[in-house]
């Protein structure tokens, strides 16, 4: 090892500790991203540690890769170097809990299941659901801006967001945000971190509204015969009184996989609330449904877990994130369809938020060049209704082969690349990951 190198592991030790500074070959293979091996793996205790092993790092012109629980490891381009992963998970404590309030400041390496546990005595809850929430660090579902079927109801993280710690670039601690749910003071720091896949700043604390948990919840299955009819449904309820947890709709391949069942598409409404009123609202749901000409069945209790589990992407499976309109429904899933079988003939598994009109879309049993053609040819059909396609997941090879991000507006991508400037001029933090090699 070249003396600068050693120099740079020793003084990373002495920030650390030596049992938190790894550069032996299994750490180091563990930790590789994208085939690109780290020189050191980092798992601060402190809030203190991180900031100087960062500010060391700065200094030393070191890449910087910060991970959580490393379930999102594939999103972004490959990275263009990595020297030190900054392991969070030992950041999980929580700094302040104010159940009254309906806010609490954790740290950014807590797992969401951590917090799930440490809510439900006081009958509170973050609504945020993406796959495999239980298991992912908070920090890590912010800067990736990971949700799931409760963003009908609750939105995603810009929404649950109120304010957050972050160390930048050159090791400063920075605060934005607020800790209370009202505050009109100071620009909006916690939105650009949301999805910025830490190239603005490594985040260090979170603090987060609440949302009580719902007395009661029940969900029901919308079985229909084709993407149209479903897409139609959908209008009806977003129209009606009606205020449901998750509107989820699921394509065939997807519906059999979780519901058992075989449909051109299946819609699941989850409704919270107390207890008469999701008795009354269900009879309305069946009551809309029957309108419809729609079979509706009452969907078991845990169904959500049931999801979580079957749409997981297994090994060596494309994961595409589609935003698409909730008036396109229909359209967009036919594109999808016939665009994979025509380019690839690859399986496809579709679900998504029906009343937002976005999809996650995984696929399997294409070479690397057809789930390129794949990708491109949706975001041409995608960009007619000024939508997106995200490789939110893919082969190192795919990712090389078309942008993960897909194209941006020129506007929209010149100030990502000032606010870059501006927070990491000298690209410390996951360079080369985010939107146009940023």
């Given amino acids: 090892?070249?003396?600068?190198?050693?120099?740079?592991?020793?003084?990373?030790?002495?920030?650390?500790?030596?049992?938190?500074?790894?550069?032996?070959?299994?750490?180091?293979?563990?930790?590789?991203?994208?085939?690109?091996?780290?020189?050191?793996?980092?798992?601060?205790?402190?809030?203190?540690?991180?900031?100087?092993?960062?500010?060391?790092?700065?200094?030393?012109?070191?890449?910087?890769v910060p991970r959580g629980a490393g379930s999102a490891l594939e999103l972004g381009n490959p990275p263009s170097r990595v020297d030190v992963v900054i392991d969070l998970t030992g950041l999980d404590q929580v700094i302040e809990y104010n159940p009254d309030d309906l806010t609490i400041t954790v740290q950014a390496g807590m797992s969401a299941g951590a917090l799930a546990a440490l809510l439900a005595p006081h009958r509170q809850w973050l609504p945020i659901d993406p796959p495999g929430i239980a298991a992912r660090t908070l920090g890590g579902v912010t800067a990736t801006n990971a949700s799931g079927p409760l963003r009908a109801r609750?939105?995603?993280?810009?929404?649950?967001?109120?304010?957050?710690?972050?160390?930048?670039?050159?090791?400063?601690?920075?605060?934005?945000?607020?800790?209370?749910?009202?505050?009109?003071?100071?620009?909006?720091?916690?939105?650009?971190?949301?999805?910025?896949?830490?190239?603005?700043?490594?985040?260090?604390?979170?603090?987060?509204?609440?949302?009580?948990?719902?007395?009661?919840?029940?969900?029901?299955?919308?079985?229909?015969?084709?993407?149209?009819?479903?897409?139609?449904?959908?209008?009806?309820?977003?129209?009606?009184?009606?205020?449901?947890?998750?509107?989820?709709?699921?394509?065939?391949?997807?519906?059999?996989?979780?519901?058992?069942?075989s449909g051109s598409a299946g819609v699941a409404v989850a409704i919270g609330s107390v207890a008469d009123a999701v008795l009354e609202q269900g009879e309305r749901l069946g009551a809309l449904a029957k309108a419809a000409g729609a079979r509706i069945t009452p969907l078991p209790e845990g169904f959500w877990s049931r999801v979580d589990s079957a749409m997981a992407a297994p090994p060596g499976w494309t994961v595409l994130h589609v935003a698409s309109l909730a008036g396109r429904l229909a359209d967009t899933i036919d594109a999808i369809g016939d665009i994979v079988r025509t380019a690839s003939g690859a399986a496809v598994r579709l679900n998504g938020c029906a009343s937002l009109g976005t999809f996650r879309v995984l696929m399997r049993g294409a070479s690397d060049a057809g789930m390129a053609a794949v990708v491109t040819r949706v975001r041409a059909w995608i960009a007619e209704v000024g939508g997106s396609v995200v490789v939110a997941r893919g082969s190192v090879e795919l990712r090389k082969a078309v942008d993960p991000w897909g194209p941006v507006e020129p506007g929209a991508f010149a100030l990502m690349r000032a606010l870059r400037d501006e927070f990491d001029p000298k690209r410390v933090l996951n360079p080369g990951r985010y939107v146009g090699g940023l």
């Fill in 1 to 64: 090892m070249a003396v600068a190198a050693r120099s740079i592991g020793e003084a990373l030790v002495m920030i650390a500790g030596r049992d938190r500074v790894r550069d032996d070959g299994g750490s180091l293979d563990a930790a590789t991203v994208d085939g690109v091996r780290p020189r050191w793996v980092v798992r601060p205790a402190s809030i203190d540690q991180l900031s100087r092993a960062i500010a060391l790092a700065n200094d030393g012109g070191l890449a910087v």
């Fill in 154 to 261: 609750f939105g995603g993280l810009r929404d649950l967001l109120l304010g957050v710690r972050f160390v930048q670039a050159d090791g400063v601690l920075t605060w934005g945000g607020s800790k209370v749910v009202k505050s009109v003071s100071g620009y909006d720091v916690p939105k650009l971190m949301v999805g910025a896949l830490g190239t603005l700043g490594v985040l260090a604390e979170l603090t987060l509204r609440l949302h009580p948990l719902p007395d009661s919840e029940r969900s029901w299955l919308v079985a229909l015969d084709r993407p149209q009819a479903a897409q139609d449904f959908v209008a009806r309820l977003i129209d009606s009184p009606l205020q449901p947890n998750r509107v989820e709709l699921f394509n065939d391949d997807a519906a059999r996989l979780v519901l058992g069942e």
